[in-house]
């Protein structure tokens, strides 16, 4: 099972040394590719982390705008699929390269219906109450890290698996986002500047969660 925030972090850390730079170039390119087409900042970047569990999500449709916004909405998919691959690779040190953050491009219909599915989803549960939505945000959470190491599976089949390993985890990952509010606060106060290092530090966590999580159900 997944360890504690505290552990996953200083996991997250070691496996950084040496790697910050590239990461954090990955983690600024991906923003380019999304963020920066709805005129995104780092109050923005802070608010997507916590309405999907995770750093790249669904645009906040109250600052898109028009073709911006589409556009975000549109590569949000595969850039994720992208981000979530390349920082696998890192933990599992299989030496990541930048061009992996593109890879997600190869499966662009099927991470898009994903992007989609999970919007959708969560906008539905969010509609009842604030609360369902988030739980729901943590329960599709992994299907990007299950779609990279299966490809094979649809985006349906992706989500139904992140449901199943998520049982009984959900609070436990709301936790380590939540170890994070401190950071994600530091790189609104500094203009953005310090989600270059803040970004990749949660990315590396959270793949170390996930990797985890798929250890403890093998």
């Known amino acids: 099972m997944p360890q504690e925030s505290y552990d996953l972090k200083r996991r997250a850390s070691e496996q950084l040394k040496g790697q910050w730079l590239q ?71 299989e030496g990541p390269i930048i061009e992996d953050m593109f890879k997600g491009f190869r499966f662009f219909i099927k ?8 919007t959708v989803f969560t906008i539905l549960w969010t509609l009842l109450l604030i609360i369902p939505g988030i739980i729901a945000s943590f329960r599709y959470s992994m299907a990007y ?25 959900k609070f436990q990952l709301f936790l380590l986002n939540f170890s994070f ?3 994600f606060l530091l790189g609104v106060v500094t203009l953005g500047i310090a ?9 590396t966590a959270k793949a170390n969660f996930y990797q985890d999580l798929k250890e403890h159900y093998n």
């Open 195 to 203: 989600f270059l290092w803040v970004n990749p530090y949660y990315e």
């Open 181 to 183: 509010l401190g950071w």
């Open 23 to 93: 990461a954090g170039i990955v983690c600024f390119i991906a923003w380019l590719l999304t963020l920066a087409f709805t005129g995104g900042n780092a109050v923005h970047s802070m608010q997507t982390v916590w309405q999907n569990g995770e750093l790249m999500s669904v645009p906040n449709t109250t600052s898109s705008n028009g073709l911006g916004g589409l556009l975000s909405f549109i590569l949000m998919g595969p850039v994720t699929l992208g981000v979530s691959g390349y920082f696998l690779k890192l933990i599992r040190k």
């Open 111 to 118: 991470t898009f219906v994903l992007h989609l599915l999970i």
């Open 145 to 169: 890290y299950i779609m990279m190491d299966n490809p094979e599976l649809s985006a349906f089949e992706a989500l139904s698996e992140s449901k199943r390993m998520m049982i009984g985890f």
